[in-house]
């Protein structure tokens, strides 16, 4: 590799590509694995823009990609985004991409008129919340956050 790297908004032609890091990322988090379903929820997702993804990719190979999700933030009235999903191929790992595929959605989230852009993190993975921290995310010590599981 002589380590081109692009970061490009996903598109209806990378579906593929995207899919198959989708489901290695599900996989990371314990789910069992379903390129068709996982690309048939992104598609969705992407098609009906309820979220915003980018590819990364080294010398013309997918090497990772972060997804989006759009809000609101009532008390300032403007947008907000919900960065839910990071991946990297470990192939590609230290070369930059993670920063470069950060810096694209920040500047999608500038150009949106955003005021944040907000995540979450299990707290083991040290190494993302490194990453992170090195991009000026900031750990919320403001308020608590709460899920309520719905699953039966």
């Known amino acids: 590799m002589s380590d081109q790297l692009t ?27 379903d390129v068709s379903a996982g690309r048939e929820f992104l598609k969705q997702r992407l098609e009906q823009n309820q979220s915003k993804a980018f590819i990364a990719e080294l010398d013309d190979q997918p090497v990772g990609f972060i997804h989006l999700y759009p809000g609101f933030s009532s008390v300032h009235l403007k947008p907000i985004w919900t960065m839910n999903d990071l991946y990297v191929r470990s192939i590609a790992r230290r070369k930059g991409v993670g920063f470069a595929l950060l810096d694209a959605a920040k500047q999608m989230a500038l150009d949106t008129g955003a005021i944040v852009i907000q995540l979450s993190t299990l707290q083991r993975n040290i190494a993302a919340q490194q990453v992170y921290e090195s991009k000026g995310y900031r750990r919320d010590k403001t308020f608590y956050h709460y899920n309520l599981p719905l699953k039966p």
């Open 7 to 33: 970061i490009k908004p996903v598109t209806a032609n990378e579906l593929d590509k995207l899919a198959d890091m989708f489901n290695e990322y599900r996989q990371f988090y314990k789910q069992p694995s």
